[in-house]
């Protein structure tokens, strides 16, 4: 080990809220020796580096910019010397250690993490890790937390500032989740730690320390509004104006699309953004990108995304074919308007990655024909889904049929 450190010329240390007295006897070593040191306003200060100290004493000082990256350049023309950065807790757990990743080799860098907050939390309240879900609300959208709303979780949320709790517990009570346990770390590992427990529908805290951790006890009401793990919400679910593929034919069209981690989807005349928002929702690194020429259709998109915990769907305001040039190359494209175009299908053809899936649906006689005439020129299966709803007949049910669905899906070689 001791060999290879000359060569690591950064080091990022994690600093708790206890400051140096936390530190390792190798990161105070670290530290003393540094030439450069780089870090917020307040790890300067907890590590005794804060700007009222003389200039001319210790190592040259770099506060982070905002945004953080224009620092990038400074500390990348020390390389070869000796630069620490200072970062909270463990520095590659939502923190600043794999954006300096991207542009430094990893064997030119030392990390020694302290106690991240996700951890300190947890052994506050006896939580093991494993079986929480963590997220960040930190410079990130709010919206994120909705999906992970399930009965009887436990997630432990980085907040934004002091004013994160309370908005999580309006959320939680305007989802019928209002029972749910709430804890709130503040300051956790220094002299300033609180801690505090409530529940949502009682939420009165006030003072809230900006550096704190909430930790949710999710308890669902009878009438709580959770998102399903499978494919299919009710339509309810989206706003709409009736341009929307329906639940079971969503379903079905969602299976089709087969979503793997990290895909890119195309949702091509995407309507109320339905089919995207649920790709999105199968896995937090799915991304969505919804083409859709009417405007007011594109606004209904970004709030259906933002209502249902997906606010990072990408929202293009053009028709197809035009709309799709310059855009990244998808990994499966769903065709749900738009059909009959001309070139619609033969630009996402031509867009999609070798292996990856095209599934277009087809409402009306000419869609359902251009559909047939492409499965006998490309091949691929084509599907006729039919589904009835049962609705009074007089003192009686009877089957209302929907009209039929054609589906082409098929592969690119």
Not at 392 to 401: I, K, Q, T
């Amino acid at each position: 080990m001791s060999e290879a450190v000359p060569a690591r010329w950064l080091t990022l240390i994690g600093l708790g809220e206890d400051g140096l007295d936390g530190l390792a006897p190798t990161a105070r070593r670290v530290l003393a020796d540094a030439e450069l040191v780089v870090g917020g306003a307040r790890h300067l200060r907890l590590a005794g580096l804060d700007s009222d100290r003389p200039s001319d004493s210790g190592p040259q000082r770099l506060v982070w910019p905002s945004p953080l990256v224009g620092a990038i350049p400074d500390i990348l023309g020390w390389r070869g010397r000796r630069v620490v950065v200072l970062a909270s807790g463990d520095p590659f757990h939502y923190g600043v250690g794999a954006t300096l990743a991207a542009h430094v080799p990893a064997d030119e860098m030392l990390c020694l993490p302290a106690p991240s907050a996700f951890a300190l939390a947890a052994a506050r309240l006896g939580w093991g890790q494993q079986d929480c879900t963590l997220l960040s609300l930190h410079g990130r959208s709010f919206e994120r937390i909705v999906p992970t709303l399930q009965p009887g979780a436990r997630i432990l949320a980085l907040s934004w500032d002091g004013t994160t709790p309370g908005r999580i517990a309006a959320t939680l009570a305007a989802r019928g989740l209002g029972d749910t346990r709430m804890t709130v770390l503040e300051c956790l590992g220094g002299p300033r730690e609180r801690i505090r427990t409530t529940t949502a529908a009682g939420f009165e805290l006030d003072g809230i320390d900006p550096l704190n951790t909430v930790a949710l006890e999710v308890v669902a009401g009878r009438d709580a509004w959770i998102l399903p793990r499978a494919a299919g919400l009710p339509d309810e679910a989206f706003e709409s104006d009736g341009q929307i593929t329906k639940r079971e034919i969503r379903a079905i069209t969602l299976s089709a699309l087969a979503p793997r981690r990290g895909e890119l989807l195309w949702d091509v005349g995407a309507g109320s953004g339905s089919v995207g928002i649920e790709w999105m929702l199968a896995d937090p690194n799915l991304a969505t990108i919804a083409i859709e020429p009417r405007r007011d259709r594109a606004a209904r998109i970004a709030r259906n995304a933002a209502a249902l915990g997906v606010p990072g769907l990408q929202i293009v305001d053009g028709a197809a074919p035009a709309a799709l040039a310059g855009l990244p190359t998808p990994d499966a494209i769903f065709v749900g308007g738009g059909a009959t175009a001309e070139g619609v299908i033969e630009a996402c053809l031509a867009a999609l990655k070798p292996g990856g899936r095209l599934v277009v649906n087809g409402v009306t006689l000419e869609a359902q024909a251009r559909l047939g005439d492409e499965r006998r020129r490309r091949g691929g299966d084509l599907i006729m889904l039919q589904v009835a709803r049962a609705e009074p007949l007089g003192g009686f049910l009877g089957w209302r049929p929907a009209m039929p669905v054609v589906q082409w899906r098929m592969e690119k070689p």
